[in-house]
């Protein structure tokens, strides 16, 4: 695992030390990357289900303004810590620790991101899909309510055999990678 592009290109990351994690292929990153780097410049970040933050320091290497990380598993959280210090990304940087979908419940964003948040990357754990279905659309109901850009991407991704309806949220482009499923979503209007 590795940074592709932007100043800290070629810089290797931590990898995950257990599977609670599922990394993105350099392949699959590349691609999807090459899609979003008009968004990325001075924008605000939200990685969700971070894991060891690939996505969201991708998008500090390359000119994002901040980056907010989520993640719940203690284990990826130190991993992510450690990759965002080695990189030098601390003052762009807020870790998320704990409960993502009570986070999202219970706080109001702060004035910096209320709206304007341009980039979402939703990457949870494939089985949430059908075990936790009702509080990923919720998360995006409150993504779309209070904290995203009228014209922000959510990139979420999934197991290719399983679908999820993001409530406020419309498709506009999707990539299949093996048996990895990438759609890109944009508030409706």
């Not at 990898?15 to 990153?29: E, G, L, N, Q, V």
């Not at 993001?166 to 890109?184: A, H, N, P, V």
Request: glycine residues 6%; proline residues 5%.
């Amino acid at each position: 695992m590795r940074i592709i592009a932007g100043e800290c290109r070629g810089r290797a990351l931590l990898p995950p030390i257990s599977d609670a994690t599922r990394p993105i292929t350099d392949r699959a990153k590349q691609s999807l990357f090459d899609i979003l780097a008009p968004l990325i410049p001075d924008a605000i970040v939200y990685d969700c289900f971070a894991g060891t933050g690939s996505m969201g320091l991708e998008c500090l290497s390359r000119s994002a303004k901040q980056a907010v990380f989520f993640e719940r598993d203690r284990t990826a959280v130190q991993i992510l810590r450690k990759n965002i210090e080695s990189l030098g990304l601390s003052e762009r940087s807020r870790v998320m620790s704990g409960d993502l979908f009570a986070w999202f419940t219970s706080t109001t964003p702060c004035s910096a991101e209320a709206g304007h948040t341009a980039l979402v990357f939703l990457d949870p754990p494939y089985r949430f899909l059908k075990e936790q279905s009702k509080a990923l659309q919720n998360l995006a109901r409150q993504l779309v309510q209070h904290h995203l850009q009228p014209q922000a991407t959510v990139v979420f991704r999934h197991d290719v055999a399983d679908s999820l309806e993001l409530g406020g949220l419309t498709r506009y482009d999707q990539r299949k990678y093996g048996q990895m499923m990438i759609e890109l979503l944009r508030p409706s209007t």
